[in-house]
């Protein structure tokens, strides 16, 4: 039997979760407040130490305390909610309740007035607050080297949290929702000098804008990390040129003069790096596996937890790891879509991340050599419930699939470097024409991702701009399953998800298909902001998705 350990939660409890209302409590932590925190070089960096503590704390926008979400634990939990309003991730549970992120697979409750839609602003803002307090602090024309090293850390977290949340929250046009009167707006900007009166009449900046500031956040920040040696788990000027390049991206589509940006700063991030795609042996490691940048040289950036940021169950591991034997893993059969497994091309090492259909194991005719987290006791317990297309691309710390204090303190993965390579390769298609975007991506697939006598080569399924981009967005569904990278993706390039099919792994509650672009990925800005900022009402909020997906009943 496996040991799991729940703390007396039922699925009831998911339920509740699922459907509450959020709390009437006024917002904290949104705006500038003047604090006593010294303004020496120890007292700052406490404070820009604590950003990364906070992005992924266990309870850190308080929805455990109040709510009971065993989700909130911060950054990791954001990807994992935005990857359920997708495709890719499968819930293969006989009872999805035990998947704590389901109502963003099932579009139910995302109206202002219920918790899932709450959780990223009552992220967001708050972490928004910790970087204003840095900048604020901060004299440059005073500061030592250290001091002006946070203030550059500063600006990168302020700028990565508002890209985030302009991505997020600017709407897409979708059939679904009639967001015409809103398009191109973002979210309201809190810079260091707002004040609590202007916080309480601050309309949602329009996408000019917003951009304009987040590219003025990362210049600063250029400016002031240029020439230190920051670790990965601290924002370097890779990581800056890495969010210029996100940034650039987006603005592409609605300014086609900034692809070149995208391509150039995708390139600069590369290059300033010196960071490296992971090899086979470091994406299939069994200890280090998507959960310590120390162990490769793939990641820019990366935030490292330790016992004091996680208990037994608010964790990513606990969730996003199938082999963790104390976690909802063991229960929510998280893997990939069946659909998306068939379409990736034979010798991809990638496909090591999910059990396949016909391994021996399960009793087919396929030999595959799996690697699994502990000792063979501990494979053999995970084995005995698994199920195929299961995922074991993340794995508990240092390999432990039985004790959680050990196995749930995985560094959470902010940026690699695989994702510039499709940063340039989608923004050449755009700036030098789709051949030498398909001689991107042929190159990026036969040197880092398919094993010895094995080749890749898309020409033949590229006609155009428009199959080249879905080609090129399946090898990145693919290489970032599970880490919250292509939610931006989807919107961005429009496109729909498919659930409901014939063969289908997804759990039947889960079987929404879409004519284009979901409604849920504009995210309703939740009812505690109406509260504090009268420029936020009902007329220029992004619509409540909820229910307005039908499920799918068989056939095409």
Same mark, same amino acid.
């Given at each position: 039997?496996?040991? #799991?350990?729940?703390?007396?939660?039922?699925?009831?409890?998911?339920?509740?979760?699922?459907?509450?209302?959020?709390?009437?409590?006024?917002?904290?932590?949104?705006?500038?407040? =003047?604090?006593?925190?010294?303004?020496?070089?120890?007292? *700052?960096?406490?404070?820009?130490?604590?950003?990364?503590?906070?992005?992924?704390?266990?309870?850190?926008?308080?929805?455990?305390?109040?709510?009971?979400?065993?989700l909130?634990?911060?950054?990791?939990?954001?990807?994992?909610?935005?990857?359920? @309003?997708?495709?890719?991730?499968?819930?293969m549970?006989?009872?999805?309740?035990?998947?704590?992120?389901?109502s963003?697979?099932?579009?139910?409750n995302?109206?202002?007035?219920?918790?899932?839609?709450?959780y990223?602003?009552?992220?967001?803002?708050?972490?928004?607050?910790?970087?204003?307090?840095? #900048?604020?602090?901060?004299?440059?024309?005073?500061?030592?080297?250290?001091?002006?090293?946070?203030?550059? =850390?500063?600006?990168? !977290?302020?700028? @990565?949290?508002?890209?985030?949340?302009?991505?997020?929250?600017?709407?897409?046009?979708?059939?679904?929702?009639? *967001?015409s009167?809103?398009?191109?707006?973002?979210?309201?900007? #809190?810079?260091?000098?707002?004040?609590?009166?202007?916080?309480?009449?601050?309309?949602?900046?329009?996408?000019?804008?917003?951009?304009?500031?987040?590219?003025?956040?990362?210049?600063?920040?250029?400016?002031?990390?240029?020439?230190?040696?920051?670790?990965?788990t601290?924002?370097?000027?890779?990581?800056?040129?890495?969010?210029?390049?996100?940034?650039?991206?987006?603005?592409?589509?609605?300014?086609?003069?900034?692809?070149?940006?995208?391509?150039?700063?995708?390139?600069?991030?590369?290059?300033?790096?010196?960071?490296?795609?992971?090899?086979?042996?470091?994406?299939?490691?069994?200890?280090?596996?998507?959960?310590?940048?120390?162990?490769?040289?793939?990641?820019?950036?990366?935030?490292?937890?330790?016992?004091?940021? !996680?208990?037994?169950?608010?964790?990513? *591991?606990?969730?996003?790891?199938?082999?963790? =034997?104390w976690?909802?893993?063991?229960?929510?059969?998280?893997?990939?879509?069946?659909?998306?497994?068939?379409?990736i091309?034979?010798?991809?090492?990638?496909?090591?991340s999910?059990?396949?259909?016909?391994?021996?194991?399960?009793?087919?005719?396929?030999?595959i050599? !799996?690697?699994?987290?502990?000792?063979?006791?501990?494979?053999?317990?995970?084995?005995?419930?698994?199920?195929?297309?299961?995922? #074991?691309?993340?794995r508990?710390?240092?390999?432990?699939?039985?004790?959680?204090?050990?196995?749930?303190?995985?560094?959470?993965?902010? @940026?690699?470097?695989?994702?510039?390579y499709?940063i340039?390769?989608?923004?050449?298609?755009?700036?030098?024409?789709?051949?030498?975007?398909?001689?991107?991506?042929?190159?990026?697939?036969?040197?880092?991702? @398919?094993?010895?006598?094995?080749?890749?080569?898309?020409?033949?399924?590229?006609?155009?701009l428009?199959?080249?981009?879905?080609?090129?967005?399946?090898?990145?569904?693919?290489?970032f399953w599970?880490e919250?990278?292509?939610?931006?993706?989807?919107?961005?390039?429009?496109?729909?998800?498919?659930?409901?099919?014939?063969?289908?792994?997804?759990?039947?509650?889960?079987?929404?298909?879409t004519?284009?672009?979901?409604?849920?990925?504009?995210? *309703?800005?939740?009812?505690?902001?109406?509260?504090?900022?009268?420029?936020?009402?009902?007329?220029?909020?992004?619509?409540?998705p909820?229910?307005?997906?039908?499920?799918?009943?068989?056939?095409?």
């Amino acid at each position: 039997m496996r040991n #799991i350990l729940i703390k007396s939660l039922s699925v009831l409890s998911v339920s509740l979760f699922a459907t509450g209302c959020i709390e009437e409590t006024f917002p904290e932590g949104s705006t500038q407040t =003047q604090s006593q925190v010294s303004k020496s070089d120890a007292g *700052v960096a406490a404070l820009i130490n604590a950003i990364p503590t906070s992005l992924v704390n266990a309870g850190t926008a308080a929805h455990y305390s109040r709510y009971g979400d065993q989700l909130d634990f911060g950054l990791a939990s954001i990807h994992m909610r935005t990857d359920h @309003m997708l495709e890719d991730v499968a819930c293969m549970a006989d009872n999805p309740g035990y998947d704590w992120a389901g109502s963003y697979a099932m579009n139910q409750n995302m109206g202002a007035s219920y918790i899932p839609c709450s959780y990223f602003w009552d992220c967001y803002y708050p972490w928004i607050k910790g970087a204003n307090d840095v #900048i604020s602090t901060i004299i440059p024309e005073s500061a030592t080297s250290d001091a002006l090293n946070y203030l550059g =850390q500063a600006y990168a !977290y302020r700028a @990565m949290f508002y890209l985030d949340l302009a991505r997020l929250y600017m709407p897409v046009l979708n059939k679904y929702t009639d *967001v015409s009167a809103i398009q191109g707006l973002t979210v309201p900007i #809190i810079r260091e000098t707002t004040t609590e009166e202007e916080s309480m009449n601050n309309p949602r900046a329009p996408k000019e804008e917003m951009y304009a500031f987040i590219l003025e956040d990362l210049k600063n920040a250029e400016t002031y990390l240029t020439g230190t040696s920051n670790p990965y788990t601290q924002p370097t000027l890779a990581a800056v040129y890495g969010l210029m390049a996100k940034a650039y991206l987006e603005m592409g589509y609605w300014d086609e003069t900034q692809f070149a940006n995208a391509a150039e700063y995708a390139r600069k991030a590369i290059e300033t790096s010196g960071k490296t795609p992971l090899t086979e042996a470091q994406w299939t490691d069994p200890t280090t596996g998507f959960n310590d940048g120390s162990a490769n040289n793939s990641w820019i950036w990366g935030l490292p937890l330790t016992s004091d940021n !996680y208990n037994n169950l608010v964790a990513w *591991v606990a969730h996003l790891c199938m082999e963790a =034997q104390w976690g909802y893993g063991t229960l929510s059969h998280l893997g990939i879509n069946r659909a998306t497994y068939e379409a990736i091309t034979p010798g991809d090492f990638r496909k090591l991340s999910w059990l396949d259909p016909d391994w021996t194991g399960f009793g087919g005719s396929t030999e595959i050599d !799996y690697q699994f987290a502990g000792t063979a006791a501990d494979a053999q317990v995970y084995l005995e419930g698994a199920l195929p297309y299961e995922s #074991i691309k993340f794995r508990p710390a240092n390999g432990n699939a039985t004790n959680y204090t050990e196995g749930n303190a995985g560094d959470v993965v902010v @940026m690699r470097v695989e994702e510039m390579y499709f940063i340039e390769m989608e923004a050449v298609a755009h700036t030098q024409g789709v051949p030498a975007a398909v001689q991107l991506l042929n190159t990026f697939m036969n040197t880092y991702r @398919m094993t010895a006598g094995n080749s890749y080569d898309c020409s033949s399924k590229v006609s155009d701009l428009e199959t080249f981009t879905d080609e090129m967005l399946l090898q990145k569904r693919i290489e970032f399953w599970g880490e919250g990278v292509t939610v931006y993706d989807y919107k961005r390039l429009q496109e729909g998800i498919t659930r409901g099919y014939t063969g289908t792994n997804h759990a039947g509650v889960h079987q929404y298909n879409t004519d284009g672009p979901s409604p849920m990925w504009n995210i *309703v800005i939740s009812r505690l902001e109406y509260q504090a900022n009268t420029a936020i009402n009902d007329s220029n909020n992004n619509p409540d998705p909820s229910g307005l997906l039908k499920l799918w009943t068989g056939g095409e």
